[in-house]
């Protein structure tokens, strides 16, 4: 009787498929990556497991084309993490398990790695496989006289078997054999009394998981912190992964490690690698020591984890927000409960979820007060009150003379503006015409260089109009500043100054380690930005920090945008004074007397913090209640909305959960679709997603469909 396997395939139906595993039997093990007929096409799909079984008749049952053994078998780790994904996501598990794998890989074409390496561990030194498992324990002791290629073992048809023994820890690949360190990595500076608590704290937890967050000031040494564990669980010959909500921030981090730890081996993943690099990088990942990555490394392989670090673990970078709407910092704690190994969460402004994890115990909670390095301060934070001082394009007098100041004690300034672009639209003042895209709710921004009209929603653009549309006045206005007419401000106010500009329209990831040579080197004295210099990057002579137009979230009628906001105003202010020299920190609003700009003044995360929390518990909202949002998008919003009432109307009935009223999406139409949502929401997690696991049959049943709908879990932005 042949051998039926059910096969996991990136569709959109939340099922598995039966195939006849033919003559690939044999070979075929759960996580196998095989080529199968899916209708009148070939997918890759990844085999589960096998059914004494199946509902398909005889004649319908297709079989298996062939295993992919040029590429390794998904882990049993990773099924089980994509399992948890399937089931708390409410998304088709054939889906996510595509998606946690390179693009390369999930196309069937033969890959040729680019000549790895497959070496024995010291644990494979020590250990055998069984026996009667000959074909690997012939392989486990030619690795021991030599490194394999991987090329060679796809040629003599071993891939599986050194699948396998990567999977026991007895082999690894790696890039080229390692070699021994030729020198000692960088001596760090005696930890502080903080970090030394910490370190007392981490550092016995290293064998068991628990979720430790760490919240510590800009500048109070949480990189070392990260290093020193980090330093621990290599010499226990485990791996560490770290998360980073950047790309930018990779060059910097990755610096930091490789000095310290010369002669380990690193890899890096993040989308901003070219597709090559990105595979060669994924098949280079259960060899590594440190892999540093985006919130897609969470899926990673890693044979060997010892640690989960999440930097940063409070941005919203980490959240998808399209497809699987997965929270990578929350995947990064199930998986971490799952191999058993502590996970560290980092931040200078926590997420309030998580905050209030550690208030209540189910977090440990380690506190970094003071900056690592005994001269430097917390930066003086000053306000302008933009009731009573005028503006030129964006810049008071008192900003331009901070900024004078600074220029003329040979330090270096940022001025933030988290909006790129020459101004946010075009306007005609003769009729109030704005600029609007004609496939969104949004409008055109204004990029004067390169002479167009963007919309940075659908990506639309055209050149700018020689007259207003409407009425015809050739004397058009750009509305507002962004990062492009603020350079333009500073370079006619500040002559003299050598200014540099950040934001996506500058920045590729070469571009950041030239900025940070640049910056080191004294040759920028002024760096305008955006949100992409916010975290993480240390200055030591940058002194002075301008925030400008700080105050739009405070109109948001998103619950979460005042702490968006005073974290990001957080972190701004951190890149000043982070040496010897002080820092001053100066923003522009016209809401000086908001209780957030009085807890930002003081430095005081903790105290703003317990008043968001009583605010939120007051109205039931996280992190005291759980959130799913239904999106739907149609050509119309009738249509939109139609299908969400119907969903509603189709709500099992559930006493915990609340099923508020279908609304139009606060940015209603983008790319010619308009977008509507619903939200659920209860006070149990456990009875939001046995409620949600009820009504998502139902949601598949209602006809006629909208474009699109998804379940989003755990909702960050409406």
Known sequence: MTAIVQVALDAPLDRLFDYSAGEAAADLAPGSMVEVPFGRTRQVGVVLGRVGETAVEGAKLRTIIRVLDDRPALTPDILRLARFCADY??????????????????????????????????????????????????????????????????????????????????????????????????????????????????????????????????????????????????????????????????????GHFRARFPGRRFATLHSGLAEAARTENWLAAPGCDVLLGTRLAVFAPLPRLGLILVDEEHDTSFKQQDGLRYSAR???????????????????????????????????????????????????????????????????????????????????SLVFLNRRGYAPALYCPSCAWV???????????????????????????????????????????????????????????????????????????RAWAELGTAVHGGEVDVLVGTQMLAKGHDFPNMTLALILDADGALYSPDFRATERLFAQLMQVAGRAGRAEKPGRVLIQTAFPDHPLFRHLQRHDYAGYARELLAERKQLELPPYARQILVRAEATTMDAALAFLRRAAALAPEAPAVSVFAATPAPMARVANLERAQLLIQSPSRAALQAFVRDWRPRLESIRPRPARWSLDVDPLLF
């Not at 990567?166 to 690894?172: F, P, Q």
């Not at 030394?196 to 919240?215: N, S």
């Not at 496939?439 to 109009?465: D, N, Y």
């Open 89 to 254: 996501y409410h998304y088709p598990l054939g889906a996510i398990l595509l998606a946690t794998l390179p693009p390369r890989l999930k196309n069937a074409a033969p890959y040729v790695a680019d000549a790895p390496w497959l070496v024995v561990t010291a644990r494979g030194r020590v250990e055998a496989p069984a026996p009667r498992a000959r074909a690997r324990l012939a392989l486990l002791e030619a690795l021991r006289q030599a490194p394999q290629a991987r090329e060679h073992l796809r040629a003599n048809k071993q891939g599986r078997h050194a699948a396998a023994l990567v999977a026991a820890g007895w082999a690894e690949w790696t890039r080229l054999p390692p070699e021994a360190a030729s020198t000692p990595g960088s001596l760090p500076a005696p930890a502080t009394a903080e970090q030394q608590v910490a370190l007392d704290t981490l550092l016995p937890a290293l064998g068991e998981f628990g979720v430790h967050l760490v919240h510590g000031v800009t500048g109070s040494g949480k990189t070392e912190l990260y290093l020193r564990v980090i330093d621990a669980v290599l010499a226990a010959g485990r791996q560490a992964l770290v998360l980073i909500p950047e790309i930018a921030l990779t060059p910097q981090l990755e």
């Open 330 to 412: 929350d995947v990064a704690i199930a998986r971490g409960k799952q191999a058993g190994v502590p996970v560290l969460l980092g931040s200078a402004t926590p997420s309030l979820e998580s905050y209030a994890r550690a208030r209540s115990g189910r977090y440990r909670l380690l506190e970094l007060r003071q900056r690592a390095i005994a001269a430097a301060r917390l930066p003086e934070i000053g306000l302008v009150d933009l009731r009573h001082v005028p503006q030129e394009n964006g810049l008071t007098a008192p900003a331009l003379a901070a900024l004078r100041a600074t220029l003329a004690r040979s330090e270096q």
């Open 435 to 509: 600029s609007p895209c004609p496939h969104c709710s949004a409008r055109l921004v204004l990029h004067r260089g390169a002479q167009r009209l963007k919309c940075h929603h659908c990506g639309f653009e055209t050149r700018i109009p020689s007259e207003c549309p409407d009425c015809g006045n050739p004397d058009l206005k750009p509305l507002g500043q962004g990062t492009q007419r603020v350079e333009e401000t500073l370079a006619a106010n500040l002559p003299a100054a050598r200014i540099r500009r950040i934001d996506r329209d500058t920045m590729r990831p």
